[in-house]
Structures are given as C-alpha cells and as structure tokens.
C-alpha cells in the first residue's frame, strides 16, 4: 500500500529464471504491506495474505536546506578577518572558499533570505563570484577548507556519510546568471562563457581528498574520475550551465534540478557500499584556474537525496 492507505498495482520483472524484481516507489522509514498475484497460463492466482516489512530510515544531506550559518576568524598579515561559513560553530559539514577570499576583505558566499517558494526554512547560499585581487569563484562544497598558502587554498573534499540505500538522485533549488568570462586562465579566454556546476560524488575513501589550487596534478573532472589517492568513485552526478543559442544565461528565477546519480556498476565498483560524501556548487566552475565571470552568481538550497 501507499502512504496514503490506497493499493497500487506493481509489475515485476524477471532477470532470470525464478527471480522476479518489483520496484516500489518508497521511502525510508516506510511501513509497506504486499501481497503477489501471478498467472498459471491463463490463470491468475492471487496470495491473500498479506507480507509487511518497514524499510529503515533513509538518511538526508546534513544541512541541506542551507539554514546552519557562523563565523569564523582568519588570521591575516593585516589582522585577523572574519570569513561567512555554512556552519554552525558545533557542527561542520559544508565549507566554503571564504577562508582565502577573505584576506583580500571579501565573502563570495553567504547567506541569503531569497528562497525558494516551496522552502520550509529561512535562508539559502549566495554564491557570488569576483575579483578581490585575482578571480574568486563563489562555492560551496561538503568538506573543509584546510588552508591557505600565498594565493593558493587546499581543499579537503568530502565528509564520512552512511548510505543506506542508493540515492537515485540528488534535487536541489537553483537560480543564478551565468556571466561571460572577463577573468580568463588555463584554457579559458576571455569573453568566453562561464559555466555554473553542481556535482555529486559518492565515494570509498580512506579520508577526504586534496584539492591544491596550486597544483594541478590534484585537479578532478566530476564525469570522468573514477579513482583519487583516497580511493574510487562509486558513483556521480553532475549539472552545468554556460551560455548558448537558447540560454542567455540570464537569472530565470528558482528552478528544482533533479541531477541523476549514475552508479559505476559495470566497472568493478559493484555491490561496493559508499562512506564518503561530496557535494560541490561554483557559480564559476573554472575557479580553480582562477577564471571566470565576476557577473556569474547562484542561489542554491534545499539539498534532498531521491531513493
């Protein structure tokens, strides 16, 4: 039955001989009651008593509806700053780069009181991209900023999560502009498009992964990397916006992303349970080539794993 009490009709499929596979559109923490019909050549033969089982919670994105803010100091050769977290001072789970940026006297992500219509809470991140010296991409990520060294930032990718059941897809809230490119680096020109990126990695890791903006050999491409020095990459999800034909870029209002999570079983990551989780959001993906579009901006908010 379903939530709402009502039976539901579900058709099984069968892999294999004498094994039948029926998906059932439930969530965590669920009470479901079922029984199996089937036919005997053309005759259908219904059990009639009744099978229950409870599925276990199902856990969710700590802080995935963006409502957990502080601050923390910085210690600067001019005196020590104050940098916007998304976290509050008893629980860390999301970082942002504001520990660099703000030694050049800037925050490119906060919070913001702009939310989606069919949010239950206050706020959500602002992720604004500019330049405070060099280009810094406005970004939000699962981990913890580790340190800085000159004007590069090392970047702990990733915290310890417990999955239960496989997410199928990650939704978030989005709105924000794409800019064109007026800070360019590596392999980006100036007055290309810029490009808003939100990616999902589930991972078996050994501990968080290294991100050097300094070093390029620590770089990851969210579609492609299977394995980092900590482990693989189980599974992932990746959106991105530029510019085209039939976007301007231009900021549309709130939008609900349903970003797919793809499972790598055909690459001998089958029936591998995932421990660590990452979420990262750049309003200017090249960041860490220090380019970008200092007109580039997101909004995200609301953090939700589908099962």
């Given at each position: 039955t379903s939530s709402s009490g009502e039976w539901q009709e579900m058709v099984a499929t069968s892999p294999s001989e004498y094994v039948y596979n029926v998906e059932m559109p439930i969530s965590g923490a669920s009470n479901v009651e079922y029984?199996?019909?089937?036919?005997?050549?053309?005759?259908?033969?219904?059990?009639?008593?009744?099978?229950?089982?409870t599925t276990p919670s199902a856990p969710?994105?700590?802080?995935?509806?963006?409502e957990e803010w502080g601050t923390v100091n910085v210690s600067t050769m001019l005196g020590s700053k104050t940098a916007i977290v998304p976290y509050s001072p008893s629980s860390q789970y999301w970082d942002c780069g504001n520990h660099g940026s703000i030694t050049m006297n800037k925050n490119v992500t906060t919070a913001s009181d702009d939310i989606n219509a069919d949010s239950s809470g206050s706020k959500s991140a602002y992720l604004k991209s500019a330049n405070v010296g060099m280009f810094a991409a406005g970004n939000i990520f699962?981990?913890?900023?580790?340190?800085?060294?000159?004007?590069?930032?090392?970047?702990?990718?990733?915290?310890?999560y417990t999955f239960v059941y496989k997410p199928k897809k990650l939704i978030v809230w989005y709105k924000g502009n794409v800019g064109t490119?007026?800070?360019?680096?590596?392999?980006?020109?100036?007055?290309?498009?810029?490009?808003?990126?939100?990616?999902?990695?589930?991972?078996?890791?050994?501990?968080?992964?290294?991100?050097?903006?300094?070093?390029?050999?620590?770089?990851?491409?969210?579609?492609?990397?299977?394995?980092?020095n900590e482990g693989n990459v189980i599974a992932y999800g990746e959106w991105h916006r530029v510019k085209s034909d039939d976007d301007d870029g231009s900021d549309n209002g709130w939008t609900k992303l349903e970003i797919p999570i793809t499972y790598r079983e055909?690459?001998?990551?089958?029936?591998?349970?995932?421990?660590?989780?990452?979420?990262s959001c750049a309003a200017s993906a090249y960041g860490d080539y220090f380019a970008g579009s200092t007109d580039s901006y997101m909004y995200v908010d609301d953090f939700e794993f589908v099962y």
């Open positions: 029984y199996w019909a089937y036919t005997v050549g053309s005759t259908e033969v219904e059990l009639d008593t009744a099978r229950k089982f969710q994105i700590p802080n995935g509806g963006m699962i981990g913890k900023y580790l340190g800085t060294n000159g004007t590069n930032g090392r970047i702990g990718y990733g915290q310890q490119v007026d800070n360019p680096g590596g392999d980006v020109k100036k007055g290309d498009s810029d490009k808003a990126q939100i990616y999902v990695w589930l991972c078996k890791w050994t501990g968080q992964h290294e991100i050097n903006t300094g070093d390029k050999s620590t770089f990851i491409n969210p579609l492609t990397t299977q394995k980092t055909g690459e001998g990551f089958s029936d591998v349970i995932p421990n660590y989780l990452v979420i």
